[in-house]
């Protein structure tokens, strides 16, 4: 059974930094693309950044770039979410999803169950 589980959430005041993981298991993702996606309250699920299965690629939504960051550590088969200069609006549920193809394809198998950020002002 395929099972995503991400960890890293939790509380931080705004100009602070988070790194969240998102670690594999039941089959290894190390052929496709990954991403993060969040969702606040009272809003849908946004795309926050995705990566290559080499991690060569990589994509961000508009209000991330230059904040956060996406890696991979296909040994692992777990996914990073580095996210630094944390504001209030970026408190959300953070997802992992598996993507369909190696490249980003923006067409996603699997969903993690997701981790709580909260960012105080």
């Known amino acids: 059974q395929v099972q995503l589980v991400e960890s890293g959430g939790g509380l931080v005041q705004a100009g602070g930094s988070l790194r969240l993981s998102c670690s594999a298991s039941g089959r290894t993702f190390s052929g496709y693309a990954m991403a993060w996606f969040r969702q606040a309250p009272g809003k849908e699920r946004e795309f926050v950044a995705a990566?290559?299965?080499?991690?060569?690629?990589?994509n961000y939504a508009d209000s991330v770039k230059g904040r956060f960051t996406i890696s991979r550590d296909n040994a692992k088969n777990t996914v990073y979410l580095q996210m630094n200069s944390l504001k209030p609006e970026d408190t959300a549920v953070y997802y992992c999803?598996?993507?369909?193809?190696?490249?980003?394809?923006?067409?996603?198998?699997?969903w993690g169950q997701g981790t709580q950020v909260t960012v105080s002002s």
């Open positions: 990566i290559s299965w080499t991690g060569i690629n990589t």
């Open positions: 999803a598996v993507d369909r193809g190696g490249a980003i394809t923006y067409e996603y198998a699997y």
